[in-house]
């Protein structure tokens, strides 16, 4: 069997209403669908994260870097391939878009594994179990809503029985802070107090059988959230997402050092090198990859194991499309330190109206799988063909 094409998709949605998180407005989503043809016909599906620019860069990476080389390769062979790709372009390639366009082809070639085994995936990988405990991932700050509307959003998520809630934190002025060079009188800033008093009624609300979780997305400095830290002790928070920037391992490891709350990250980083430095420095008590930007699930799967080595949970970010959440699930069962796994409940049509038949949670806020060769997923192709933009 050999690989015969690489096809690579654009594709946005505009949303409703823009959201914002500490850093940033988010107001589209973006897909970069990745699609790998063989020689007898099947095919393999993954996406690249287009996080943080526009998705066509990492397609122009995607098309003239990494597609070509694929040609002619035996799919089977994802370790080859992924070695080949990355020290091929490493020069100018050890991160950023070249690493998210790998981890795209290289999703897509685990699911024809599958497919060629006729295995799903989380069993191709070991097969630990076949279900997963999901929380529900939103939070963001809107103009025109406050805490009320806040705690709203966070109780419907437990109604639906999601295991946690996770909002978002840090919108606020801090030394150092990624704010000051976004700064949009759409949506005003807060103070570290108000953000504080937004994580307790959360909190309140939810109740003790209801995990919270916050996510600064690198916009703190350590001093700036060593003091959230600590009140989030005394509310109860289960663990602070990404407080300081992703460089920052000494700030981290100074967090996680002082705080009750768990330190989780860094989705913003990726290979294994990176994480092992992370965990090394103890600058992180979970493990946080994503799948579609740390390296793909070759990659993504050596980092749960080097956690799971250290005695650490590992809590795959989850932010993207229904592929990306098959993929998640498929290596949170696959492994044995898997932990609760993030599911995005903002505006998304590429996480459920896109797919076939989309890996859903239950009413006790659990994903199981099936038996379903590979990712056990295909996509709709009139909702590619209505917000692919390369047309």
């Known amino acids: 069997m050999r690989i015969e094409k690489v096809e690579c998709i654009p594709m946005v949605y505009p949303m409703d209403r823009p959201i914002y998180s500490g850093t940033g407005r988010c107001d589209a989503r973006q897909l970069l669908l990745v699609r790998i043809y063989t020689d007898t016909g099947l095919v393999g599906i993954g996406e690249a994260a287009p996080y943080g620019g526009p998705v066509w860069s990492t397609k122009a990476v995607l098309d003239d870097e990494i597609g ?33 366009a790998l981890s795209g082809v290289d999703i897509a070639l685990w699911d024809l594994k599958g497919k060629i085994t006729d295995l799903p995936l989380y069993q191709l990988l070991g097969g630990f179990r076949d279900q997963i405990s999901v929380y529900g991932s939103g939070g963001f700050y809107k103009e025109g809503e406050g805490i009320e509307e806040l705690v709203k959003e966070a109780e419907s998520y437990a109604a639906r029985g999601m295991h946690g809630v996770k909002i978002k934190v840090a ?56 003091e959230a830290g600590k009140a989030f002790d005394k509310i109860g928070v289960h663990f602070l997402e990404e407080p300081v920037r992703t460089d920052d391992l000494e700030g981290s490891a100074r967090l996680a050092g002082e705080l009750v709350t768990k330190i989780a990250g860094y989705e913003t980083e990726c290979l294994v090198p990176n994480y092992m430095r992370m965990i090394r420095m103890g600058a992180v008590d979970i493990v946080q990859p994503d799948l579609s930007w740390c390296g793909g699930i070759t990659e993504g799967y050596k980092i749960a194991m080097l956690a799971a080595a250290h005695y650490m949970e590992c809590a795959l970010h989850v932010w993207s499309s229904g592929i990306l959440v098959a993929a998640s699930a498929h290596v949170s069962c696959a492994i044995p330190n898997g932990a609760m796994m993030e599911y995005d409940m903002t505006e998304n049509v590429f996480r459920e109206e896109l797919m076939v038949d989309p890996l859903l949670p239950d009413r006790n806020g659990t994903i199981t799988l099936t038996d379903q060769p590979g990712l056990g997923v295909e996509v709709k192709e009139e909702v590619v063909e209505r917000y692919r933009v390369d047309r």
């Open 68 to 100: 070509p080389m694929l040609i002619g390769e035996d799919p089977v062979n994802t370790e080859r391939i992924w070695h080949k790709c990355y020290f091929a372009h490493f020069q100018h390639g050890r991160g950023g878009i070249f690493i998210s």
């Open 171 to 226: 919108r606020t002025n801090a030394p150092f802070s990624i704010r000051a060079f976004t700064q949009d009188a759409e949506c005003r800033m807060v103070t570290l107090e108000e953000d504080i008093q937004r994580v307790a009624a959360v909190k309140k609300a939810l109740g003790k059988d209801c995990r919270l979780m916050v996510d600064a997305n690198t916009n703190w400095d350590a001093q700036t959230a060593l």
